[in-house]
Each structure stands twice: as C-alpha cells, then as structure tokens.
C-alpha cells in the first residue's frame, strides 16, 4: 500500500574499497556524494531499475583479485618457511629417487616401500603398479618430512653454541671457523624472514647457584660490608630453601614454552601495569638528524605511509631478508608479527594486546579532530601522490572539534583502571563504540601535528623539545594505546612513538629505517616538493569520526589529561650531541665503544651524583625463540675501581689505562653472558612469579625485584647498514630515539652510535628531583668521554691520524 502511494523510491549507496557509505543532503556535499556514487536504484511500482557504476565494478574486481593474489603469496611463503631449509622442488627430487628404485633391483627403503604398498587402504582397486608408485610417493614424503627435521635440529643443535661470541674481536678459532661453515652450510639459501623460526634454541634455565652467585658480585660494590653480609645470608636462605622448588617449575616451563620468560614478562611488566604508559613506558624514535626531504607536511606524511605500506606488504609475506650475527646466525623474529593492526586494550586488573589483519584503513588525528583515511583503491596501495592529497584535505579541514574530542585520547594518556572504565561505560555502544573500533583496528595512528620540531643548530634546545613532543606531545594528541603512532610536523619532520609491551626498540628501529630509506632514496619529491606521480580522480575524502560524549565522560577525559600533563611537564629531558670523536677513534683504542660510553657513564654518574648506583643496559635475548631482553648490570667492581682511579689525581695514567682495560673486558664478557641466556635478573624475575604462583614467600627475591634502577641506559642499533652509504651520504644519518627516566630520583640515557664521528644521547630525569639535572648530566657525559680518550691520547704510542694502544708486556691487546 504504501508503495503505491509514491511515485517512486530512490536510494543510493556509495562504494569505496570495502566500505559502504549512504550519503544523504545532511552528511555531505552533492557533488562529492555524485563522484562516490558506486550503483544507483529506483524502486518502482513496477519493478526496479537497477544502474551500476563500470568503475566500481572494476574496483570490487581488482580488491578481489588483489586479495587472493595476497593469499595466493601467503601461502606459498608460508610453504617455502615451513619446509626450510628443504623447498618444495627437494620433495620432487627425493620422490624421483624412489620412484626409479621401482625400475632398478636397488631398494633404498629397505623393504617400507613394499609394506606401505600391502597395507593401502582399498588396494584391492589399485592396480600393483599404481600401488608401488603410490608406496613410493609416501615413503619418499616421510623421508623427505624426516630430512627436514633432521637438518632443523642439526641446525638447532649448532646454534645453540655460543663459543664464538666468547672469542677476541678479530679473531676466529679453528673450531668457530668450522662451525660457521657448517651453520652457513644447513642454513640453505635465500631465506625467508620466518625460515630459522622452528631451528632456533630456546632460552637456557641458568643454574641458580650461578645467578645468585653473579647476582651477589654484581651489587658487591653497591653495598658496604654489613649490608652485603645481610645480603649474603638472604641469598643462602633462598638457595637452601625455596630455590630448589621454584627451579624445578622453570625447567618445567621452559621445556613446555617456547621461551620461558618472554610471555611473563609481557604481562607482568607491560600489561598488568596500573600506572600511565605515557612516558612511563613507550618510547620514541627521531628522523633524519640533519636533513629534511621536503618541507611539506602532507607530501612528506604520504611518502612515509606509503613506504610503511611496502613494508607491512613484505612483513605480512615474510619477505624481509631475517636478521643475522656475523651475516649467518639469525635473529628472533617473532616480535615483528605484530608491529602494524595492534593496539593495547586497557582492563580493569590487566591489558590485552589485539592484534588484527589484513587492514586496510589509517587514523588521522589534527586539531582535535579524528579521520578515518582508506589507505586502498582499486586493489591496490594509495600512491604517495594521492596520499599527500588526502592529508591535504585534512589539514584544510576548517571543521571544529565535537564535545569531547578534542582531549578524548587522553584517556590512552592517564591511568589504565579509570580509562578501562570510561571504556566500558561511554564506548561500548553506538556511535561511540563505532568511532572507537575503528581507531582500535586502524594500521596505526598518525598524528599531524601544528607545531615544528627537529633538530636547528641554531637553537640549542631543539633536541629536547623535539624529544618531548615524541615523547608526549600535548597528552591528548597521541593515541598512546596504538603499537605505534607516527607523528608528522608542519616543517616536514617525522617521529614515532611506540607502545612498549608489543616489542622493543630494535623491532620499529627495524622497519624505520626501511622507511626513511626508501622515502629519500627510492620515492623522492618534485622539485616543488610534492610526491611523485599522478593522483587518481575521485578519491573519496577521508570520514570524520562521530562522537557522542557526555559530560560526565568528558570531565574523565580530563581528569586523565590533568594527570598525564603532570607527568609530562615533570621530563627533563637533553640530547647531546657528540662530535668530538666517534666508534672510529675508539676502535682505534681497540676496546668496544658500548663498554667504552657505559664506563663514561659510569665516571658520568659519579661525578654527578658523588655516588654509584644500580645500573640497567639492555641486552638483546634473540638468538633463542621468542627473546626479548637481559639486563647488563653495568656498575661492576671493576668500573667502579676505574672510576675512583679515574678521580684521583695522583692516579699514574698507566694505572688508569689498564683498570679500564680491566673494566672494560668485565663488561664485555657480562653482555655476551646476557645474550646467551646466563644473565641475571630474568632468570631472578622468572623465580620471583613463580614464587608467587606457588604462595612461596622469599624475602631474597623481594629484595632483588624492589632494587631502583637510577641509572636506565639503552642503545639503539643501526641494523640496516647496507640500506644508506653513510660515506656518500654523511647528512642522511638518524638522531635515535629515547625513553623517559624510569627512577623518580635517577637518569634514563639512550645513545645511537652513528658512522665514524657522531654518538647521539637522549637523556630524561624529573625536574621533581632536585638532586638530577638533565642537561648537567649531558655535560658531565661530554666530559667523561674525552677525560677517558685523553688516557689513550698522552699514552706513549700515539700516531698522527688516530690513537694506537700501548703494548702490555709487550703483547698485543685485543
């Protein structure tokens, strides 16, 4: 009936990739909503008339194919892993083999090939020939699938010596040699980035009697005679009691785990934690140092999306050539798997990760504002050239902010119990939850900013206020929550800010250097400084995000950003630029440049704070499955004899130069014992949760947990070094990337070693304490940098263009 009463009834629904939009007179413009039309139908009293748009046909065909040409990629890398190091053409090979045994009076399979023929099921069907060739088909796959399990765990079996690592810098013994060969030789060719997954070891228990006893040595020039009596005895007490117990539960887990730390320390130091993530725990990663490919903010954003694109493309295949020690042993890549489609989900007692595929849209955030940008069209990436015209459109955006929105990603900002609450109660629902999935399930989070930063050597605090923009921006401009949110100024820079629990820094170092490579070198700008390349007419304009939040979720919203503004108003943060001398001066001292700036860290700290502290620096675990971390306890005994040398002025040179040769081998062989799986404090923090799993209470243990870091250090590794000739271009060099200070009383240093001639630190205190200073401490690093060259400079051996070792006894130190 109430057909017949109208005319007619027309509806039309708009295409774009893999979304439908229904455009009506109060959600956009006309001519806009004419250029998306994807089909158009009339509904009549007669039937209806039906008009497809040949575009978007063409389009939902493209999608289509491009999806299954993806899955068609996936599929077949996912083969080429699974089997390595055999391929697909060896079972071919292995099945010609018993397949000519048939023809030959030779039976290789030793009579199996004529069971398995007796015992086909429904044999009394197939002909005796096509029995045997059947039996030799199966016999040879078994043989083949056994083959491959033998070279994985030949090949397992190798990697797990670590003897080489152990050896002088350039030197090779006989038996390392032969062992490299024999890695290189079971290791196949052309690997795929997830290929050595199923052969690496896993992450060794250590004995408890050696991590107690490395544990005692480590705080010994920490405590004085009494505590460290008092120590002693907490440790003796652990070790006749509760350790046995709690050892034996580890060796349980690490023999049922793939790694036996990595998902506990996941959830326990990530996860379940309470306290903002803001500073606390994500990080950030700089540009370019000295150079900036175009000056526009939309081009540059659109060459960067687009190269992460590419990037994600060959993760998601498992093109990326794998990370390999000496060019042969590979690197863990587990924790890549989910750098993009992740986000942290706050709960009320503990986060979870979510991690999404195959997605294909970007969160834009500017002026308060949030956009959702579709990154495909027509089965295909956005080019660079179009998406600099969708950033365009955004940052032209005249739109003002809806109630609510602007601050809205504070909630990521502040404390995890209140924004899990919030979440529950205002974006469970609605337009609400709508808005939220979509950043939630977003590839990543971009962020463009309105406010210059980078580095200008005329300003000389440029490096702190563009670290701390990195780090925390305004607190409610960065969705904190997003495995990682790319961040894009007004004056062509970049940077990234990265949620912690996910990964650690190398993992985005990784893929960032892929990005700015192929952004300068590879993608380029006009002349003008405009992307390359056509733009596709009738690109729909990026989607607003709606919004519905009342006033009792707005006055949560800023609650959270008062309590995150707190914490970030309080980083007092310096980046030092040291150009004095670099990694080359200092292989000339043939000593290690990491051992070389953690004692001037160490001389740093003393000269500071007139005293010697708990030292954390990050060691990498990945040679087994699934690693993470270790910790190198930096302020051994032999630093700290080093340092006193280093303070008395009576002190000959001579004596100073051999207690830092001393101290700088001590540190050498505890990061190798670190990254081979014999460090202290994951082992101790492995026994500590499962105490408490067990309801087993060690005094020793809650001692060990509840010591501060006051001195946190990191470096970050350049891993891509063939990706940009640094002597071709000395300019094109990275600033690194840092973290806030993790003691409320202490230091948070990172520090990049670039090329030959630069080391970059990245140093974070609170300007609450009045004992630390930022920029003094940077100072003080400066100083101890070249107070410990000059060792090497007034030595008796020195040359004219570097610094040669003085010999002791008259041997060569290596």
């Not at 050896?167 to 050595?196: A, C, D, N, Q």
Request: net charge positive; proline share 4%.
């Amino acid at each position: 009936m109430w057909l017949r009463k109208c005319n007619h009834l027309t509806g039309v629904f708009a295409i774009n990739c893999h979304v439908f939009h229904l455009f009506s007179e109060t959600s956009t413009d006309m001519a806009e909503a004419h250029q998306a039309v994807g089909f158009q139908f009339t509904v009549r009293p007669d039937g209806v008339d039906l008009k497809l748009s040949q575009e978007v046909i063409k389009n939902i065909y493209l999608s289509g194919l491009t999806a299954w040409k993806k899955k068609a990629i996936q599929f077949k890398n996912g083969v080429l892993a699974g089997v390595y190091p055999a391929s697909p053409s060896s079972w071919l090979i292995v099945v010609i083999a018993m397949m000519s045994s048939l023809y030959t009076r030779v039976d290789p399979s030793l009579g199996m090939i004529d069971i398995i023929k007796e015992n086909l099921p429904h044999r009394g069907y197939l002909t005796v020939q096509t029995r045997a060739v059947l039996g030799a088909v199966f016999f040879a796959t078994g043989l083949w699938l056994f083959l491959i399990y033998l070279l994985r765990y030949t090949l397992k079996a190798l990697l797990s010596y670590h003897g080489w690592i152990f050896e002088s810098h350039g030197k090779m013994s006989s038996s390392t040699k032969v062992w490299l060969s024999l890695v290189k030789m079971f290791s196949g060719r052309r690997p795929l980035l997830y290929s050595f997954q199923a052969s690496l070891p896993r992450l060794p228990v250590p004995s408890v009697d050696d991590t107690i006893d490395r544990y005692l040595e480590s705080v010994r020039p920490l405590l004085d005679d009494k505590q460290y009596s008092q120590m002693e005895m907490l440790a003796k007490e652990f070790q006749d009691k509760e350790a046995a117990q709690l050892q034996r539960y580890l060796i349980l887990k690490s023999w049922w785990a793939t790694n036996y730390v990595s998902d506990w320390w996941e959830e326990f130091i990530y996860l379940r934690g309470r306290s903002p993530i803001m500073v606390n725990s994500n990080f950030y990663i700089m540009d370019l140092l000295y150079v900036t490919p175009t000056h526009r903010q939309a081009a540059r954003a659109g060459n960067v999306v687009h190269a992460m694109l590419q990037y994600r493309r060959k993760l998601e295949r498992g093109e990326h050539a794998p990370l390999r020690a000496l060019g042969t042993v590979p690197m863990c890549s587990t924790q890549m798997e989910r750098m993009f489609n992740t986000t942290r989900i706050p709960g009320i007692e503990t986060d979870i990760l979510q991690h999404l595929t195959d997605r294909k849209h970007l969160v834009v955030y500017h002026k308060g504002r949030f956009f959702q940008l579709w990154l495909y069209t027509g089965g295909r990436h956005l080019l660079p050239s179009e998406l600099e015209v969708q950033f365009q459109r955004i940052l032209s955006d005249a739109s003002e902010p809806l109630p609510g929105e602007l601050k809205l990603a504070a909630l990521t900002a502040g404390n995890r119990v209140p924004w899990a609450q919030a979440r529950i109660k205002y974006f469970s629902q609605g337009a609400n939850k709508v808005s939220l999935d979509v950043i939630e399930s977003a590839a990543f989070f971009l962020a463009l900013d309105d406010e210059p930063q980078g580095y200008d050597v005329a300003k000389s605090n440029s490096l702190d206020g563009y670290a701390k923009s990195l780090l925390h921006g305004k607190c409610y401009d960065r969705w904190f929550d997003k495995s990682f949110c790319l961040i894009s100024y007004p004056n062509g820079k970049m940077g990234v800010n990265v949620e912690h629990s996910w990964a650690d820094a190398p993992i985005v170092g990784h893929m960032w250097e892929y990005v700015l490579a192929t952004d300068c070198f590879h993608l380029g700008y006009t002349e003008e400084g405009h992307c390359k390349g056509d733009v596709t007419k009738g690109l729909p304009y990026p989607t607003r995000l709606q919004w519905h939040i009342p006033k009792e979720c707005q006055s949560a919203i800023e609650t959270s950003y008062l309590s995150a503004k707190q914490i970030a108003d309080d980083v007092d943060f310096h980046g030092c630029l040291f150009t004095e001398f670099g990694k080359g001066l200092i292989k000339k001292c043939r000593t290690s440049p990491d051992a070389f700036i953690q004692l001037a860290l160490q001389l740093a700290q003393f000269r500071d704070q007139g005293e010697f502290c708990l030292t954390y620096e990050s060691s990498m675990t990945r040679m087994f499955r699934d690693g993470r971390t270790e910790t190198v306890r930096s302020c051994t005994s032999e630093a700290v004899a080093f340092v006193r040398a280093m303070e008395d002025a009576s002190a000959p040179k001579e004596q100073k130069l051999a207690l830092f040769r001393k101290a700088a081998d001590k540190h050498q062989n505890m990061y190798r014992l670190a990254m081979t799986g014999s460090g202290i404090d994951r082992h101790l923090f492995c026994l500590y949760i499962m105490s408490k799993y067990l309801c087993v209470d060690s005094p020793f243990l809650k001692q060990v947990l509840s010591e501060p870091w006051k001195l946190s250090t990191s470096q970050t590794p350049q891993q891509q070094l063939n990706l940009v000739d640094i002597n071709k271009f000395p300019k094109y060099v990275s600033s690194g990337g840092g973290f806030g200070p993790v003691a409320d009383d202490g230091y948070g240093v990172s520090y990049i070693i670039v090329g030959e001639n630069l080391i970059t630190f990245h140093i974070s205190s609170k300007f609450s304490s009045p004992d630390t200073n930022s920029f003094r401490f940077g100072q003080n690093i400066r100083k101890a940098m070249t107070d410990i060259q000059a060792l090497f400079k007034s030595s008796e051996s020195t040359v004219q263009n570097g610094l040669k070792v003085p010999l002791e006894n008259g041997k060569k130190h290596e």
